[in-house]
């Protein structure tokens, strides 16, 4: 059963979706050998466990696990203890100007739309994803934006990395990108600050411990190397949707249809494939009896596109709603940059109907070979006049 879905096979890495809907159809919850644990592709499963963080572990410290200094933030404690670091990037991200953000990153999509057109095939990776997601979190935090191909490279190492389980020649080399990642960021801390989300969540810093000040740094690192390689990895992701369904661009000329658009976009094709959590207690999903200390793996992929959550699950619904798709997870730690990447969205889908130029495809894209992350290595496109 399990040998059906192997998330680094070519055929899958191309289409994972009638797979796994082959499989919530036969086994809704199957045991992945090379994942160790228990595989959700049902809508409705995957939002009990996210939901209930009382029987499903997201920080390892609950099941008898550790977690390396380095690796202490947000993602890695959950409610309370959690309550107090999340809300604290949450108030810091609210009161951020993401009008003037998703302005400024249109302008970035824009002056690049320009200057590519006419110059002949190009990757939609490394001119528009890329620059983008790091010009709109660097923007975000309030912090000069790192050298795009050289920042590029280290958040690879660390997308990659997450894959350490199925391939252990991986850990390494993220283990070396996530120290420089990790010295980039003490340079930030170590710099006067800028307005932006990282001088917000300073201000709240003096009087609090130290083991509370490396949670809020790590949290900000996984904020921006996290958020740039999602945002790099959807923004791939819906260039290739929109270049398959050329008459949704086009109606995303519509303000409604752009805000809706730009969630269908993630639900239909988003980036993050899943997440992991660990029984406390046990517990029963669908027919299976899961043992405490056992993982789960809820597949946002395949419950994003279960017909019981979304009719007409495999079609692009522009203005599908209600549309709680699980692209941004759900619960305690469901994506704290959810309007962010929502800006960083609407301003590629705006700049790219606003150019006088039609962008298409020049090319098979090629899939990045990494389990946790749907992504492109690279998409080539072409300006058409
Ligand atoms: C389209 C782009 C994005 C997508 C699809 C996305 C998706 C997700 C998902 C699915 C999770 C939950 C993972 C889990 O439950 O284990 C998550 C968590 C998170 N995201 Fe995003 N994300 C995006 C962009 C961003 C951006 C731009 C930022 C910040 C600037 C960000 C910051 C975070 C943080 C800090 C968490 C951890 C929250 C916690 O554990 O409490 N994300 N994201």
């Given at each position: 059963?399990?040998?059906?879905?192997?998330?680094?096979?070519?055929?899958?890495?191309?289409?994972?979706?009638?797979?796994?809907?082959?499989?919530?159809?036969?086994?809704?919850?199957?045991?992945?050998?090379?994942?160790?644990?228990?595989?959700?592709?049902?809508?409705?499963?995957?939002?009990?466990?996210l939901r209930d963080h009382a029987t499903f572990a997201r920080d390892p410290q609950r099941t008898g696990g550790t977690v390396a200094e380095p690796s202490l933030s947000v993602?890695?404690?959950?409610?309370p203890q959690q309550g107090h670091i999340?809300?604290?990037?949450?108030?810091?991200?609210?009161?951020?100007?993401?009008?003037?953000?998703?302005?400024?990153?249109?302008?970035?999509?824009r002056g690049r739309l320009d200057a590519?057109?006419?110059?002949?095939?190009?990757?939609v990776v490394s001119e528009i994803a890329v620059p983008l997601s790091v010009a709109v979190v660097a923007d975000l935090l309030g912090v000069e934006p790192p050298p795009y191909a050289e920042f590029a490279a280290i958040s690879d190492a660390i997308m990659r990395s997450m894959d350490g389980g199925l391939d252990p020649s991986l850990v390494e080399p993220g283990r070396i990108a996530r120290q420089q990642l990790s010295d980039l960021v003490d340079s930030w801390f170590a710099a006067s600050a800028r307005p932006g989300l990282l001088a917000r969540v300073r201000a709240a810093e003096p009087g609090a411990d130290a083991l509370v000040r490396l949670y809020v740094k790590n949290t900000a690192r996984v904020m921006f190397q996290g958020g740039y390689s999602t945002m790099a990895a959807a923004v791939g992701n819906a260039v290739h949707?929109?270049?398959?369904?050329?008459?949704?661009l086009h109606r995303m000329r519509d303000r409604?249809?752009?805000?809706?658009?730009?969630?269908?976009?993630?639900?239909?094709?988003?980036?993050?494939?899943?997440?992991?959590?660990?029984?406390?207690?046990?517990?029963?999903?669908?027919?299976?009896?899961?043992?405490?200390?056992?993982?789960?793996?809820?597949?946002?992929?395949?419950?994003?596109?279960?017909?019981?959550?979304?009719?007409?699950?495999?079609?692009?619904?522009?203005?599908?709603t209600p549309n709680r798709h699980l692209g941004y997870g759900w619960g305690p730690h469901s994506c704290i940059g959810t309007t962010v990447a929502q800006v960083g969205l609407h301003a590629l889908v705006a700049a790219l109907n606003g150019s006088l130029?039609?962008?298409?495809?020049?090319?098979?894209?090629v899939r990045r070979r990494t389990a946790t992350m749907r992504a492109f290595d690279t998409l080539p496109v072409v300006l058409r006049p």
């Open positions: 059963m399990t040998d059906r879905y192997d998330p680094l096979d070519a055929k899958i890495l191309r289409d994972p979706y009638p797979v796994l809907d082959e499989l919530r159809q036969s086994k809704p919850v199957f045991w992945h050998e090379g994942m160790g644990s228990w595989a959700l592709t049902r809508y409705r499963d995957c939002v009990r466990v993602q890695t404690l959950d409610p999340r809300s604290l990037f949450m108030t810091a991200l609210r009161a951020q100007d993401l009008t003037s953000i998703e302005a400024r990153a249109h302008c970035l999509v590519l057109a006419g110059a002949g095939a190009f990757d949707t929109l270049l398959t369904h050329p008459e949704a409604v249809l752009l805000g809706t658009g730009v969630d269908e976009l993630v639900r239909f094709d988003g980036p993050v494939q899943g997440t992991t959590r660990v029984a406390v207690r046990a517990c029963r999903i669908g027919a299976v009896d899961i043992r405490p200390g056992q993982k789960v793996v809820p597949l946002f992929a395949a419950a994003n596109r279960d017909p019981a959550a979304f009719p007409g699950a495999d079609r692009l619904v522009l203005d599908r130029a039609r962008l298409v495809a020049a090319g098979e894209g």
